[in-house]
């Protein structure tokens, strides 16, 4: 609230607590005064009836025309019933009377005025309160929006509205979202430079790898194979596989890596991806089952959904056993689902938490792996919308499930 709003509100307050406090006044020593007519018009009629039956004749011919002028001509019936409340002494009372009975028009009116008064503070306070709390919510709406366009990455500059009971809230909020900016920034910064030297050093190990692997081939044409050139061949093609994932990973770390928002075919996705993986499949002697289920269209990169899929098949096939990997898919109004299993001896429990760590390798990880392939995986899926999930079948296997989310 602005500080004239604020004033109002408190003059509002200050008259709404002045018309009660006055009203309250006015109706006790009205009831106060009242009281005290009461009790002097009945000692002096106690006197009156002391003097004699004739005395106490005349009293109740004043009495009763006094009233009957006050009622307008409504009579008042004489009763001789005995106080109430211990006041069985009170000759008024003996007689029918009651201090409401003497009280004259001006009296009357000074109760209406009275009780007008505490209506009307009461009327005021109660809309004095009801403005405060709208514009207590008007400001705590401002706030929220304001923090809701920071988490939106759309805040501008926060507007003062003034000095109220916010506006150190206020203020302390628009330090903290300035705070988080910076910090945000140099986050930002610090990533983008750890991406870059880490695709410089891919490019620089680069050079050497090549070099190596042509010197290789170069020396197995001359003296023929030999077990050592194997070895030294199988660690060159895992240093250049190290190499391109450390390339993708640069990429994804600096936010280079565009992926398409294309609608991809489930099905058509899991034949590409068995299809570029049949040599590994061949020479495993894994199968794998693909049922068609129907065209489910999920929003992706084809290549990039294919190369997740691919790792996930490659983890089924060094784990499975020679056996069969299986795949499925659904979906519903929340997401499209896969799950691709094997019927392997599935993960170590230890291992679950931490499979889609980067270069992390599981107990029963195989030795031409270098531990990237899920965690490239995961940022596949994660960038598209998605998630993967890793647990082990109740009747034995590896379980990843992938979830594309509608929105």
Same mark, same amino acid.
């Given at each position: 609230?602005s500080?004239?709003?604020?004033?109002?509100?408190?003059?509002? %307050?200050?008259?709404?607590?002045?018309?009660?406090?006055?009203?309250?006044?006015? +109706?006790?020593?009205?009831?106060?005064?009242?009281?005290?007519?009461?009790?002097?018009?009945?000692?002096?009629?106690?006197?009156?009836?002391?003097?004699? &039956?004739?005395?106490?004749r005349?009293?109740?011919?004043?009495?009763?025309?006094y009233?009957?002028? +006050?009622?307008?001509?409504?009579?008042?019936?004489?009763?001789?019933?005995?106080?109430?409340?211990?006041?069985?002494?009170?000759?008024?009372?003996?007689?029918?009377?009651?201090?409401y009975?003497?009280?004259?028009?001006?009296?009357?009116?000074?109760?209406l005025?009275?009780?007008?008064?505490?209506?009307?503070?009461? %009327?005021l306070?109660?809309?004095?309160?009801?403005?405060?709390? =709208?514009?207590?919510?008007?400001?705590?709406?401002?706030?929220?929006?304001?923090?809701?366009?920071? !988490?939106?990455?759309?805040?501008?500059?926060?507007?003062v509205?003034?000095?109220?009971?916010?506006s150190?809230?206020?203020?302390?909020?628009?330090?903290?979202?300035?705070?988080?900016?910076?910090?945000?920034?140099?986050?930002?910064?610090a990533?983008?430079?750890?991406?870059? !030297?880490?695709? !410089?050093?891919?490019?620089?190990?680069?050079? &050497?790898?090549?070099?190596?692997?042509?010197?290789?081939?170069?020396?197995?044409?001359? /003296?023929?194979?030999?077990?050592?050139?194997?070895?030294?061949?199988?660690?060159?093609?895992?240093?250049?596989?190290?190499?391109?994932?450390?390339?993708?990973l640069?990429?994804?770390?600096?936010?280079?890596?565009?992926?398409?928002?294309?609608?991809?075919?489930?099905y058509t996705?899991?034949?590409l991806?068995?299809?570029?993986?049949q040599?590994?499949?061949?020479?495993?002697?894994?199968?794998?089952d693909?049922?068609?289920?129907?065209?489910?269209?999920?929003?992706?990169?084809?290549?990039?959904?294919?190369?997740?899929?691919?790792?996930?098949? =490659?983890?089924?096939?060094?784990?499975?056993?020679?056996?069969?990997v299986?795949?499925?898919?659904?979906?519903? &109004?929340?997401?499209?689902?896969?799950?691709?299993?094997?019927?392997?001896?599935?993960?170590?429990?230890?291992?679950? &938490?931490h499979?889609?760590?980067?270069?992390?390798?599981?107990?029963?990880?195989?030795?031409?792996?270098?531990?990237?392939?899920?965690? +490239?995986?995961?940022?596949?899926?994660?960038?598209?919308?998605?998630? /993967?999930?890793?647990?082990? =079948?109740?009747?034995?296997?590896?379980?990843f499930?992938?979830?594309?989310?509608?929105?």
């Amino acid at each position: 609230m602005s500080g004239r709003k604020n004033s109002m509100v408190a003059l509002g %307050l200050v008259v709404a607590a002045s018309l009660l406090a006055s009203a309250a006044t006015a +109706l006790f020593s009205f009831c106060h005064f009242s009281r005290l007519q009461f009790q002097l018009l009945n000692a002096v009629c106690q006197e009156a009836a002391q003097q004699g &039956p004739e005395a106490e004749r005349v009293m109740l011919a004043a009495l009763k025309g006094y009233t009957d002028k +006050l009622e307008d001509g409504t009579a008042k019936e004489y009763t001789s019933e005995k106080a109430e409340c211990g006041a069985e002494d009170s000759i008024l009372w003996a007689f029918g009377y009651r201090s409401y009975d003497f009280l004259g028009p001006a009296y009357r009116g000074t109760f209406l005025f009275a009780a007008a008064g505490l209506l009307t503070g009461v %009327l005021l306070f109660a809309v004095t309160f009801l403005f405060r709390n =709208k514009m207590e919510a008007v400001r705590i709406q401002a706030l929220a929006g304001y923090l809701e366009q920071v !988490n939106n990455g759309k805040a501008a500059v926060l507007s003062v509205s003034g000095e109220d009971d916010f506006s150190k809230l206020e203020d302390e909020i628009y330090k903290t979202v300035t705070y988080l900016y910076q910090t945000k920034g140099a986050a930002v910064q610090a990533k983008n430079g750890f991406a870059e !030297n880490l695709s !410089n050093i891919a490019h620089q190990i680069k050079t &050497p790898i090549t070099a190596i692997s042509l010197s290789v081939q170069m020396i197995k044409q001359e /003296i023929g194979s030999s077990l050592h050139f194997e070895r030294v061949e199988k660690q060159v093609l895992r240093l250049a596989q190290l190499e391109e994932a450390l390339l993708v990973l640069s990429r994804m770390d600096a936010g280079t890596l565009c992926l398409q928002k294309d609608e991809v075919d489930v099905y058509t996705v899991l034949v590409l991806a068995a299809d570029n993986l049949q040599e590994l499949f061949a020479s495993s002697g894994t199968s794998i089952d693909i049922p068609q289920l129907g065209g489910m269209m999920v929003v992706g990169d084809l290549e990039w959904t294919m190369e997740a899929v691919m790792n996930l098949m =490659k983890n089924c096939i060094e784990h499975g056993n020679g056996g069969m990997v299986h795949c499925s898919y659904e979906k519903n &109004p929340l997401y499209t689902q896969i799950l691709i299993w094997d019927e392997g001896e599935g993960f170590a429990k230890e291992d679950i &938490p931490h499979l889609f760590e980067r270069f992390y390798r599981g107990r029963n990880a195989g030795s031409g792996g270098i531990g990237i392939g899920l965690a +490239l995986s995961k940022e596949i899926m994660e960038r598209q919308n998605g998630t /993967i999930r890793a647990q082990n =079948k109740r009747d034995g296997g590896a379980l990843f499930e992938i979830r594309f989310y509608c929105h």
